[in-house]
C-alpha cells in the first residue's frame, strides 16, 4: 500500500505509531569531501573588515560521509570512508542494522543511486527483512531530510575550514556529529515542503482509522 501525501502526513503525527513499529531513517552519502589546505591563513571578521580566505589551496585528499538522520528525533549516525562503493554502503547498513537492535522494523530512506541497489545489496537485505529500503523519485534526493544536515555540516564546519589531512577533516566531522547528536533538533511540524514529501516514497501496513486526523 502506498500512502498518498495526505494519508502519510497524518500518519507521521502520530509519533506513537512509529515508536511502536518503526525506526526510519534519512539516508545517504556525501561524497568527495576535500580536505583543503589554505596557502595563507584565514583572518577573522573583525569590525570594519570581513574574515578573509585565500581562493588557492593545497588538496590533501577526498573523504565520504555515510550518514543516517533519525527523522524522530534527528539524531545521526555517520562513518567516514575513502571510497562510496556497494561495499561501504554494505557496511554502513551493518552499522544501522547493529546499532538498533530492539528496532521491530527499519525503514531507509535514499535516493536511486545504483550502489544502494546493488545485486549484494538486495540479497544483504532479503536475509535482513526487518529493514525495508524505500526510494525518492528520480532526480528528486533533495528531497531527502539528511541533505539538510549535509548543507549544515558545510555551512558550519567544513566550507571555511583548513584540513591538514585526511584525518584532520575525518575528526572534524566526527567532532560536528557528535555536537549535534548532544542536542539533535527535532525535524518539526511537517508540511509537504520539507520532510513529508518523502514519505510518498514509503510502503506502510494499513492504517486504522483512529490515527487519521
Partial sequence: MVLSIDTALALW???DWLIRHAMVFCVDEKSQIQALDR???SLPMKKGRCGTMTHDYKRNGTVTLFAALSTLDGAVISICDDRHRHQEWLRFLQVIDELNPDAKEIHLI???YATHKHPKVQRWLKRRPRIHMHFTPTSSSWLNMVERFFRDLTTKRIRRGVFR???DLIAAIDEYVDRHNTAPRDL???TPYNCGCHLRAMSFPP????FLL
Fill in 13 to 15: 503525527r502520530q509519533h
Fill in 39 to 41: 596557502t595563507q591563513p
Fill in 110 to 112: 535514499a535516493d536511486n
Fill in 165 to 167: 589531512s585526511i584525518e
Fill in 188 to 190: 518539526g511540524p511537517v
Fill in 207 to 210: 492504517i486504522e482509522k483512529e
